[in-house]
């Protein structure tokens, strides 16, 4: 088992008050809405950016529910008691099969495959998305349209507000908040905010729950080297 | 420390089927380096504007130099997984001062290398066109390959893999077929080696002509881009880059070669006066179908087009990399929403491109002999430059900790690179003149090497600022898009000083 040669450091083992299943909004739904039109379904960012900003959101409900954690670079898997949710059930059993940590990056690289059909597909099964096949341009492609636009809309929403001062920010939606910001998906959530919005989002990244951040840090330097490792 | 995961895990394997062969590098760096614009573009012109024979050897000993080079430059790769090529090697081994200085010599001499870039592809589209009787200005073509270069680096788009090595495939095969048909149908003389002599090396003309020689070569080093996306760093990078250097420095020298056996080694400089750069055409065609010739015309603008684009987004992602770590406006760091590409750093490249071309327009300059060739010859002495920084950086990185590696690559064949690399530096500035064939009173035989020390001295100057003003900024030069990982982020202390990770 992972857990057994790859212990954490005790401080990151506790993120105290995190260790339940119930996340009301798992961060992988919540992100895949913001990176979708709430209307039409399409993509509002480029696809690695979505790909591995969805595999670290899985890693993020992981790490919220106490099955794993980050530090200094590594995922370390602190407990195996299998989650209720199936996808993340199979993302942990992917992580403890591994002898030894593996860097954030890597893992991103390995979940980031097919990562936005398995999403949209818990979305789809919780009944949020319908699949819709389009022969646009002679090319046959899937898209997953949201059943409820208000819902899909919604984390948008609830950041730009949350980030402007006008409500609390859940746990969940601090990750989220990172998330957003290592995808680039900031850009658009806080379009038009006050300068104030983006200083409470530095000030999550830099004092923010120190896994989450870590991962969020990681998560956007990995698609940033993707950027910068593209040639011709 | 915890212990790192086995080099044989699932998850390990899993990622290393999406990893790129010696093959796919190889392929990579040689349609940056595009291998037809030098044969049938630069050695043409060198011969011409330096009234050299010795081009063959030429080429051959910055063959032998590079791969002197490589041994220390690969050995580092082993260790640093950093896309940011010789920046991140001079800033590991010599310090982030000379990093940021070497940073911006890196942006100045690969925009002057892309931009010399367009004279080429403006004067053989327009000579393509012209076959057609289409008469039209060389600058009117460059600026056409212009928008397509400008677009395509905005969207990111990637061209194909199978059509870019189906095109480099093609490429090398003209090149082989044109040279043994120059082969053989020598000139009056027969076939004679003079062109190969060492003895050429003894001409001082021979080490001037070195940097444009180097400028050939240009594309190959960066093979050590692609350590953190290849199956073996240990194994795939070095053969890639030997594999790379080996096939250019044959191809080149076998080509020039060839050229002046079917020209005759005394008649050659005359002929490529004539000719400039079309001599690789003209020289082969009477002896082959047209239709081989034409196709050779056109796989030598689709090589162009190749190496512009290939240049742009190295240009616009180095960018890219040093607005992430703050040494640049942060708007350049930013990546288009939808297609991810390095958006504004696109257009600042774009953006110079095109007002270097309307200034050489307006101006009338030649579009080989000026554009191509002098552009090429600068762009080329920045690379020199960073070389011989390079060089002394593998010297100092190996210094602080030996890292298991031999002493050829450790100390003695990057001593001997440096020292080298460093002699030719001076030569190459001191006849800078003479070897772009300059009037004497040009102030641009100064002016050009001159741009490189602004820039190494503005860069250096910015480092030292950033320290006394912005230490967070200074700790995270030469990390490219991990400078973010190396912010404190816990209280406790997670931050990473250096780029190693291995």
Known sequence: MGSSDARPPRAARHPAGRETDDVRHPLADDLFRLAHHHL???PLLHPRATTYGLASALLAELLYTGRITVHHGDVYVVSTEPPADGLTHTVLDQLAAERGAHPVGNWLAYLSVAVVDRVAGRLHRAGHLRRETSRFRMSRTVMWVPVEPTTAGWPSARLAMALRGARPLAPADQGLAALAW???????????APARARDNLRALLDHGWPPMAELARLTHAAIGRSVAAYRI | MPTRAAPHSPVTQALARNRLGVPAVTAFVLAA???????????????????????PVVYLTVGVLLAVFSAGYVAMARHVRQAGGFYAYVTLGLGRVPGVGAALVTQLGYNCLQISLYGAFGAVAADLAATRGWYLPWWLCAAAGWVLVAVLGLRSVRLNGRVLATLLLLELAVVVVFDIVMLAHPAAGGVTLTALSPARLAD????????????????YEATVVFAEEVRDPRRTVALATYLALGLIAGLYALSTWAMTVAAGPADVVAAAR???ADLFFVLAAPHLPAALVDLGRLLLLTSLFAALLAFHNMVARYAFSLAREGLLPAVLGRTGRLTGAPVYGSLLQSGLALTALGTFAGAGLDPIRHVFFTGGVTGGLGVLVLMAATSFAVLGYFARDRRGEPA????????????TLTAVLVVTVAGFGALLDLPGDSPLRWLLPAGYAVAAVAGAGWALILRATRPRVYAAI?????????????PSGVSRSSPVHA
Request: no cysteine; glycine share 18%; net charge neutral.
């Open chain 1, 40 to 42: 039409l379904g399409r």
């Open chain 1, 182 to 192: 290592a995808t680039g998906l900031d850009r658009q959530v806080l379009d038009g």
């Open chain 2, 33 to 55: 380096a595009a291998p037809l614009t030098v044969v049938a573009g630069s050695a043409g012109t060198g011969f011409a504007v330096t009234g050299f024979v010795g081009v």
């Open chain 2, 204 to 219: 001082p003309a021979a080490v001037a002509i070195l940097v444009g020689g180097l400028a050939g070569f240009v594309g």
């Open chain 2, 274 to 276: 004539a000719h400039d």
């Open chain 2, 408 to 419: 050829w690559r450790r100390v003695t064949a990057p001593a001997v690179a440096a020292v």
């Open chain 2, 478 to 490: 030469g990390l490219g898009p991990d400078s973010v990982t190396a912010v404190p982020a816990t």
